[in-house]
């Protein structure tokens, strides 16, 4: 069987990827890029290193002979360099978030278009095991008509802040606002449903000194109330509260079905419960909820993130391959997961009203968008650029960043980065 040929941008999380490609048939890794000397000596150091070309910077890298790119640099920087690779004839595999504005939404569906070539986005929590299989029933009609759902992606990222930001300042982790890093959350009940965002309001939570401690600028949380074109609506919540969370529940005119929480202690997002009957809300007995455990491929048991790093990876590189039941994001799939929570600050900024979320499939609504570059990072918004925090960025001292980057270097020293 002929392999994919891929090369990987950003050798930390795309790590995963690589792996992947090592432990699969249908791809392998014929190069890497990143900026970082110190990841690209862990690379050279693992198995097979030999069979893969190392580069530091990306115009080197994209003319090499590959036929698909994995981006998994920076997650606000994924747009420009998916147009990049796709103008270069690659199929690309973008990590989250695929966009960082609406101009860059616009033209990156317009190089996908006129590319023809693959495009997956790699939300990877809508192929846990409990969405995963919501998906598959709701498309039975399990649960009847989508009525209401909500989607949480807690997780305190204050211990791994050293490790993923370095003290620098500038690091979109530290400069990203609060309704930002939202696709986790609203991801699998959009991919569950298929169903397309029309209208959010957002909600923003106060600072913590937590936060502060770790050099970021934004709100502890986001929130996300999401009216879909059929008037159903999810909740959708996302940020560093102190105690995890990965949970989804989808409510149907026929029942209910939801993950499992951490809490339980019984393997949270690969086990479903559901509680469904065929009476359309005419409930004709007290019933008690199934528990499913959704089966999983054997290879993806070994892959992080409740196994969920295996199937997109799968599905892009059996898209390109030409399986029809590929199960793949695409770019306008992709934008209805990131374009709420966008939006959704924009709420946020005007004091919490609704703001419609721009159907970028049609052509006509791109033109009004076209030019909006609105975002926290100066250097890509001049004029337009907005704050972290919709009350004002905060002042962080110096010493903070500092501090992070002693830390950084500490484990580094004490080889405490797992690559």
């Not at 600028?217 to 008037?231: H, Y």
């Not at 992070?404 to 980065?417: F, G, L, P, S, T």
Request: negative net charge; hydrophobic residues 35%.
């Amino acid at each position: 069987m002929k392999k994919i040929r891929v090369g990987v941008l950003g050798g930390y999380r795309g790590n995963a990827m690589i792996e992947y490609c090592k432990k699969a048939e249908n791809a392998e890794v014929v190069a890497i890029c990143d900026k970082s000397a110190y990841v690209l000596e862990k690379q050279k150091g693992r198995e097979g290193a030999e069979n893969i070309t190392f580069y530091d910077n990306f115009n080197d890298f994209i003319k090499h002979d590959f036929d698909a790119v994995v981006l998994a640099n920076y997650a606000t920087e994924h747009a420009p360099f998916a147009i990049k690779a796709l103008n270069a004839g690659k199929h690309v595999y973008s990590e989250v978030l695929p966009c960082q504005t609406l101009k860059e939404a616009v033209e990156l569906i317009e190089a996908v278009e006129k590319s023809g070539l693959v495009y997956a986005y790699g939300e990877n929590y809508c192929y846990m095991s409990a969405p995963r299989e919501m998906k598959k029933l709701y498309r039975e009609g399990k649960i009847g008509e989508f009525e209401y759902g909500e989607g949480e992606y807690i997780h305190n990222c204050e211990p791994l802040w050293p490790s993923i930001t370095y003290g620098d300042e500038n690091h979109w982790r530290n400069n990203m606002y609060a309704n930002f890093y939202c696709t986790h959350s609203i991801g699998p009940i959009i991919h569950i449903t298929g169903l397309r965002p029309v209208s959010v309001v957002g909600f923003e939570s106060k600072i913590t000194e937590r936060k502060l401690r770790q050099g970021s600028k934004s709100g502890l949380f986001g929130i996300e109330m999401i009216t879909l074109e059929n008037g159903g609506i999810i909740k959708s919540i996302h940020g560093d509260l102190y105690k995890n969370s990965v949970w989804y529940s989808v409510y149907g005119s026929k029942g209910r079905m939801e993950s499992a929480r951490e809490d339980a202690g019984d393997d949270f997002v690969n086990t479903l419960y559901v509680n469904a009957d065929n009476y359309s809300g005419e409930y004709p007995e007290d019933k008690k909820a199934i528990k499913y455990k959704p089966q999983m491929n054997d290879l993806a048991k070994k892959f992080g993130h409740a196994g969920s790093d295996f199937y997109p990876m799968y599905n892009f590189i059996e898209k390109i391959k030409g399986n029809p039941d590929a199960d793949c994001i695409d770019v306008y799939e992709a934008l209805d997961m990131f374009l709420p929570g966008l939006m959704a600050y924009r709420s946020v900024l005007k004091g919490g009203v609704p703001v419609e979320v721009p159907n970028l499939r049609l052509k006509s609504e791109r033109d009004k968008y076209r030019f909006d570059v609105a975002c926290t990072d100066k250097k890509i918004a001049g004029d337009q650029v907005i704050p972290v925090f919709s009350l004002g960025n905060p002042e962080i001292p110096k010493e903070t960043y500092n501090a992070v980057k002693k830390e950084w270097e500490r484990r580094v020293a004490d080889k405490e980065i797992p690559y």
